[in-house]
């Protein structure tokens, strides 16, 4: 019966019990965390041979020659920017190959805008504000980029064709409104991917001359199930559509192979492409050509990195198979939560009832349960419903999971049904 529909004799009777159920759980001293996207132990000892090396020449030259030990090549190994074409199914030119770190390379790019801006356009930070479109629920790391440099952030949003393209094409007819910035497959924290008619709108529509999408496309071939979702070609779509100067695309190998270990890159066209390189130029000399060639060799190609990520989806699946499994029969029918069962990614995206995100949050740090606080996935860490809670199961054991997912689903009744008698909203 859905919590709506209950009376007040009914709902006060299943709070005394949820209430008894919760303090079993208080009493367990449990110590379980569902709060970040990190791989498993297992996961990281897929790529554990990256390690290894037997010290010869074939450890530090690359195919042409190089030797990787030494300064140079700025925008990457040829052999890594092939590589990352072909798993990615982008065109090789467009790559520049960066450290370990995608978010560094978002987060150079918004400064390079701010301070040199594109093309004809000023800088960013020579207008008075400026401001970028948000889709929500989002990933937290974007959401702190934009603040900490001063732009506005204008939540809208996500759905899972992608974010509101009616109210996206609104927002971005303002020259004030500079981009948008998302993950288009397997969303942070949604898990939904962007569809080719959104493409098509954002590629499409009327915006600033400087107007820049930003495409986080980490969890570009996290794929888990049979039947993953398809990415369209953002690059090919873009020229279609004459709008070439707007993408901005990254990702990397962290949880290919290392969080924090790994390669990762920009890709883009002119005249980002070479705005990004004589930036760069200043920056740094070369990124770490040595991992590249560790990666490199490791991965080797399109056939073997799929293969590699089987073996993740080998322990990813049965996760999120429990988490759909623990979610409906605790919470179907019940009117008080709704979520999305992605097709890969590493998140789950919990709505609870309006108002009650906060509350569950409280009640699942008091029995011993860490989770990304309430508020994280939208700007400025304001959800204006209240409702939105970030699951990551990707780094507990099934077990912990298992124990974690029943706290989470007393926890999200309890605090329904507090609302509900509170609220005076009982039939």
Same mark, same amino acid.
């Given at each position: ?271 980002? *492409? ?18 590249? *060639? ?134």
């Amino acid at each position: 019966m859905r919590f709506s529909d209950m009376q007040t004799g009914e709902l006060s009777a299943l709070l005394a019990e949820l209430s008894d159920q919760y303090a079993a759980y208080r009493k367990m001293g449990l110590k379980l965390d569902l709060s970040r996207g990190k791989p498993s132990t297992e996961q990281l000892d897929i790529s554990s041979s990256l390690l290894v090396s037997d010290g010869g020449k074939d450890t530090y030259l690359a195919e042409n020659g190089f030797d990787c030990r030494n300064y140079g090549v700025g925008d990457g190994l040829p052999e890594m920017r092939r590589f990352f074409a072909e798993v990615y199914g982008i065109p090789e030119e467009t790559v520049i190959v960066g450290g370990n770190s995608s978010l560094n390379l978002i987060y150079d790019a918004f400064e390079r805008l701010m301070l040199l801006g594109t093309g004809d356009s000023k800088p960013w930070c020579k207008y008075d504000k400026i401001k970028f479109i948000c889709p929500v629920p989002g990933y937290d790391r974007h959401f702190g980029i934009l603040e900490m440099l001063g732009i506005e952030m204008l939540p809208v949003e996500m759905g899972p064709e992608g974010p509101d393209m009616d109210e996206v094409e609104r927002l971005a007819a303002d020259p004030l409104v500079k981009g948008i910035i998302c993950v288009p497959k397997y969303s942070n924290p949604t898990g939904y991917t962007v569809s080719e008619a959104t493409v098509r709108r954002l590629f499409s529509m009327k915006a600033a001359p400087d107007f820049r999408i930003f495409f986080d496309n980490a969890y570009g071939i996290h794929d888990f199930t049979d039947e993953p979702d398809v990415l369209p070609d953002l690059f090919g779509i873009a020229k279609e559509c004459g709008a070439e100067d707007r993408i901005l695309y990254f990702t990397s190998t962290s949880k290919i192979t290392f969080p924090g270990g790994g390669v990762s890159l920009v890709a883009s066209l002119d005249p980002n *492409l070479s705005e990004i390189k004589r930036a760069m130029s200043m920056e740094t000399i070369g990124f770490d050509k040595l991992n590249q *060639l560790r990666q490199l060799r490791y991965l080797k190609n399109a056939e073997h990195t799929a293969a590699v990520m089987k073996r993740h989806a080998a322990f990813l699946k049965p996760k999120f198979d429990l988490c759909s499994e623990k979610l409906h029969s605790g919470l179907d029918g019940l009117g008080i939560a709704d979520w999305y069962d992605p097709n890969g990614g590493y998140f789950i995206s919990l709505n609870v009832t309006d108002g009650c995100a906060g509350r569950v949050w409280a009640l699942m740090k008091e029995a011993g349960v860490t989770m990304t606080p309430a508020g994280a996935t939208y700007p400025y860490h304001h959800d204006p419903r209240d409702r939105n809670l970030r699951l990551a199961p990707t780094y507990s054991t099934l077990d912990d999971l298992s124990k974690t997912l029943d706290v989470l689903v007393c926890c999200v009744k309890l605090a329904a049904c507090e609302h509900y008698l509170a609220s005076g909203n009982a039939s």
